[in-house]
């Protein structure tokens, strides 16, 4: 049985740390509903308890009544893992975690899952969880490091006998860590065997930039709309293909409060000059949100400033869609026609139909383009942290590309003498 409550969300400082009032008070900035229930449990001495377990949905739940509908979705299973009161091997107890991630993940991310645990099973044999130590964990990582590659699917280019990537010997003992965490969770184990294993190191593949040329080649490219809407606005804010496909236009906040309806409203009842004096002096932000059925990669929601030229594409597509029959505000703007797949597939062929090497340069490499632009224009490396949603400041200060022409012009201004 569920039940309801408001936690309060507190302001933090730059340190992580709660910032206080003048009377010693943490600094509430809001509530979140939030949901509890009771559950049974046997101590030590056999006596049986009863412990409460709290729950925080996602970001996008701000009424009740979505709460209720994300409530009816979240289910304690009766026979979940922690009334189980046998030792599980591990073969037993990750198909138990594979079948409870059901509703929550991804089946690309639940396969992955399964894929790692036959690895482990090959390497490692099937024993009781409680038996795993930290030696195993570090004996399938030496041993999947120096695997080959089983089947080549990327493409014919690739060799069989390729080594493995670190980036996926990594992913395994990410996923192994989930499941001994969740044995630990379900007090099958006191500590998890994965904790203090070191991942293995990952070179830093050099990120390729377009110049502004470039940019505007790409850009005039593209003979879709929508599509060209779209890299417009990846050049203008950095954000990933999937967070642009999943727009709305109540994502975009313009000062004093104004939406997009009251941008169009002013807009309608306006003469051409007024409507182009208004449009000069029109602030505004994007935010970015976690949303049902989308995750952020880094899970933090954001805010990317609104650029005058993102606003205009924006704006044309809503004067274009506002009248149509099935127009809804909440709606994607661009909608189901594209999925993160096939837009990729299409922007990556305009890419290189243009000339441009083959996986040195993608349409990832407009994010990399944007955030050059703004560190070598002046934004600080805080700011452009903030708005390109990077949970290190070091991902952040990778994208200080070197210029040669712009530090020429720089050091050219340094004078010595009057000569």
């Not at 990952?202 to 080649?217: G, L, V």
């Not at 000339?355 to 349409?363: A, E, H, L």
């Not at 070091?394 to 009057?418: F, M, Q, V």
Request: charge should be positive; hydrophobic fraction near 35%.
């Amino acid at each position: 049985m569920f039940n309801t409550y408001k936690r309060n969300l507190y302001k933090k400082g730059h340190n992580g740390k709660y910032l206080k009032d003048d009377f010693g008070n943490n600094i509430v900035v809001g509530k979140k509903m939030c949901f509890y229930w009771y559950e049974e449990k046997t101590d030590l001495n056999g006596n049986l308890l009863k412990v409460r377990k709290y729950h925080m949905p996602p970001a996008w739940i701000n009424s009740k009544t979505k709460l209720r509908e994300y409530m009816n979705s979240f289910k304690v299973k009766t026979d979940s893992l922690n009334n189980r009161k046998c030792i599980l091997n591990f073969k037993e107890f990750a198909s138990l975690i594979i079948k409870e991630m059901q509703n929550s993940h991804s089946k690309g991310t639940r396969n992955n899952y399964r894929l790692t645990i036959n690895y482990f099973l090959e390497f490692i044999g099937n024993k009781p969880i409680n038996m795993y130590c930290f030696d195993d964990i570090n004996k399938f990582k030496n041993m999947r490091k120096t695997m080959n590659r089983r089947n080549v699917k990327e493409s014919s280019n690739r060799q069989a006998n390729e080594p493995i990537s670190p980036v996926s010997v990594n992913i395994d003992l990410r996923n192994l860590h989930h499941i001994f965490r969740q044995a630990v969770f379900y007090d099958y184990l006191v500590n998890n065997p994965c904790d203090n294993l070191e991942p293995l190191p990952i070179p830093q593949k050099p990120r390729r930039i377009f110049n502004n040329s470039d940019a505007s080649k790409i850009i005039n490219a593209i003979k879709r709309p929508k599509m060209k809407a779209v890299a417009i606005i990846a050049f203008n804010t950095g954000m990933r293909l999937d967070e642009i496909l999943h727009l709305q236009f109540n994502d975009f906040v313009f000062s004093n409060r104004h939406t997009i309806f009251d941008i169009y409203k002013i807009y309608i009842s306006s003469t051409n000059e007024e409507w182009q004096k208004y449009e000069f002096e029109i602030k505004g932000y994007i935010r970015v949100e976690n949303k049902p059925g989308f995750t952020l990669k880094d899970y933090e929601n954001r805010e990317v400033i609104l650029t005058r030229e993102v606003f205009e594409v924006i704006f044309a597509l809503y004067n274009e869609m506002v009248n149509s029959k099935n127009f809804n505000l909440d709606n994607y703007i661009f909608g189901k026609l594209y999925n993160k797949q096939s837009a990729s597939h299409y922007l990556n062929s305009v890419i290189r139909k243009l000339g441009f090497p083959k996986r040195q340069y993608v349409f990832h490499s407009t994010r990399h383009t944007c955030f050059t632009n703004w560190l070598h224009n002046g934004i600080s490396l805080d700011n452009a942290q903030k708005m390109a949603g990077h949970a290190d400041i070091a991902t952040t200060s990778g994208y200080l590309h070197p210029d040669i022409e712009i530090e020429r012009e720089k050091i050219n201004n340094i004078k010595y003498s009057t000569l």
